[in-house]
């Protein structure tokens, strides 16, 4: 009963509950004694009920192409560059099929460019202006640096799957490093006499994300397919505080 009332929006005649019906097996439950209670001395809430009646708003096609427009501007704030990729894991309101028209409308207002700006994305590519202006300067593309693949700043490389034990490195906007499964195994995309792997392997095994102590216990098992301890670029590990452990390097 009090559901009904309250769903009406109206409270009982004279402020009184009926009393509830027994429910049976599977019906709906007893009202709780201490509610029941609340309403013996009257309303809870002083004031007259009443049932409030909205007017049920209309949205034209001008509305949904707002609305749309809306959510591609959050998600290119979020992503930076826009593309069937980078929105597969969205929900359906902000997916590549329900924005494409809205970022093909926003492209010929001006407020996005678009173009293929990364390789290894299929199809169009949609970016801010100030995103733009940002990625033609191109600092940020020289140096080291790594990122989880879960985060939305990693593009897709290589058909990596995105998943939190996984972590990209690059070298000069170049994908020159991998771990995968929390470390347990290592692809590395440049020699092992190359300058940069110090840098590279540090990039890629001296941060934990949500960690305080990046320097945790951590076990790798293959490098590039081969027993860790094995591998040419096990010097490069040794020097990040690695141990050969049967057959496995471990720092501890």
Known sequence: AVRRFLAEGAAPPGGRLPSPAPAGRGGTPRIPA????????????????????????DSDELDDA???????????????????????????????????GALRRMELAGELASGQFFLGLDGPQFMSREGLALFADGAALSGIWALNACDPAAFPAGGLPRLRGTRLAWRDGTLAGVSLRTMKDAEFRIGP?????????????DARPGVRDSRLRATVRTVNGQRAADSPYAPALRGLGFEPDRGSLTRW
């Open 34 to 57: 201490a509610l029941r209670s609340r309403w013996k001395a009257g309303a809870p809430v002083a004031g007259s009920w009443y049932p409030l009646q909205l007017e049920a708003v």
């Open 66 to 100: 707002d609305r749309l427009a809306a959510v591609a501007r959050v998600a290119a704030r979020r992503y930076g560059i826009l593309s069937r990729d980078i929105l597969e894991r969205e929900c359906p309101a902000a997916s590549w099929g329900s924005l494409f």
């Open 193 to 205: 006499d190359d300058p940069d792997l110090p840098a590279l392997a540090r990039a890629l095994f």
